[in-house]
């Protein structure tokens, strides 16, 4: 149990386009899901966090314009990186939390998109 | 703010002990966590822990003192698969509410 999936795993793409990343979680409801962004040899920054229902929440320094993020449903959350830039390319991982159950405290990462921009 | 310290990279021998510890500073405290990441991959869960104690799990232990701030990840009977970063995480809910915050992360390597 516990799962979640992350689509694509690696995209690349041309400087300008948007990129669309969709987190789903597979066996359970995800009340909250996270967005984070690693560059290599680097910790996990977290970007947003993103409610069902409602508006993401950024974190300082992240703009919300260019990285639009949709939580449309209990078990899929989409980031989209709008007019992309070569310095966009990182490798990008949601995380998602149980909203209930004995699964509370926990966060379950997809296993990542890698983000190239050409 | 938060301030999470770990250390930059560590190395040990397959079948040693090793510990690796993590500080931190936040205001508010609900828990901290251990992940293991493989390069490439994404964090998979290794250990909670949320009372002053040591939690164990197979070759993996965790232990935390709040009053010190300090928390390590204890690997025994070290595994070439061990390589790998180590992050710790605080969760701090009255600060960051369902967030993580997340330390530099510890790269370990395990040699033959």
């Known amino acids: 149990g516990a799962v979640v999936s992350q689509h694509p795993s690696w995209v690349i793409c041309k400087s300008g386009t948007s990129v669309k990343i969709e987190c789903r979680s597979l066996?359970?409801?995800?009340?909250?899901m996270f967005w984070y962004r690693q560059f290599p040899k680097q910790s996990l920054m977290l970007m947003a966090t993103s409610n069902e229902g409602s508006k993401a929440t950024y974190e300082q320094g992240v703009e919300k314009d260019k990285f639009l993020i949709n939580h449309a449903s209990l078990t899929l959350s989409t980031l989209t990186v709008t007019s992309a830039h070569p310095e966009d390319s990182s490798f990008y991982i949601c995380?998602?939390?149980?909203?209930?159950?004995?699964?509370?405290?926990?966060?379950?990462f997809g296993p990542g998109t890698r983000l190239t921009v050409l | 703010g938060q301030n999470i310290d770990q250390p930059t990279e560590m190395t040990a021998t397959e079948g040693a002990i090793v510990q690796i510890n993590c500080t931190y500073q936040t205001s508010g405290f609900n828990g901290l966590f251990w992940y293991q990441q493989h390069a490439g991959e994404a964090p998979t869960f290794l250990s909670y822990n949320v009372l002053d104690g040591l939690e164990e799990k197979g070759r993996f232990s965790s232990f935390l003192s709040r009053s010190k701030g300090y928390s390590y990840l204890l690997l025994k009977e070290l595994q070439m698969k061990d390589s790998a970063s180590y992050l710790c995480a605080v969760r701090d809910e009255i600060n960051y509410g369902q967030n993580f915050v997340f330390g530099p992360g510890t790269r370990l390597s395990v040699l033959p």
């Open positions: 995380s998602a939390r149980d909203g209930g159950g004995k699964r509370y405290n926990e966060q379950f």
């Open positions: 066996d359970f409801q995800a009340t909250t």
